[in-house]
């Protein structure tokens, strides 16, 4: 088995869309980057990858190829899974964590789960998700961007 550790963040721009574990958030802002800016699958993909000793998402995926421009980070997700399935890994288990002073998180997490744990070839409940404002402080509680955190647990497929 390995663990891995996995952070993302994305500044708040306008005339995006909100999109968080695959779920698109009504917000009047959305998050600045080359794809989607799903700061939550990112996070999940670098944890993974990290835990299988592969390169980050900034190589596998880099921002400078236009092929990349808007990608849906969910089926980059999935592309990270079959990487680690052809390397002889799969998904025991993920936790996850978004900072995010605003908007409410606790309606969509059930979609975030379920789509991010179909993506990363988990069994139903293998990707867990939480929320946490920082109250007020540092740039998420500030309101200026989102961050995640997600820590992974690989098994080796026999």
């Avoid at 969509?108 to 998700?129: C, F, Q, T, W, Y």
């Amino acid at each position: 088995m390995r663990i891995g550790h996995g952070y993302d963040v994305h500044r708040f721009a306008e005339n995006r869309k909100l999109i968080l574990g695959g779920v698109e958030i009504p917000c009047e802002k959305g998050l600045l980057g080359h794809s989607d800016a799903d700061v939550l699958c990112h996070a999940l993909m670098d944890a993974m990858l990290g835990a299988a000793g592969l390169p980050d998402i900034g190589k596998l995926f880099p921002d400078n190829e236009e092929r990349y421009r808007g990608a849906d980070s969910v089926r980059l997700l999935e592309e990270v899974t079959q990487k680690l399935r052809q390397a002889g890994w799969r998904l025991s288990n993920a936790d996850c964590t978004i900072v995010a002073q605003q908007p409410k998180m606790a309606p969509h997490i059930p979609d975030m789960k379920r789509i991010l744990a179909a993506a990363a070839g988990g069994e139903e409940g293998s990707v867990n998700v939480k929320a946490t404002t920082e109250e007020g402080l540092g740039f998420t509680g500030e309101g200026l961007g989102i961050a995640a955190h997600a820590v992974v647990l690989l098994e080796q497929i026999s």
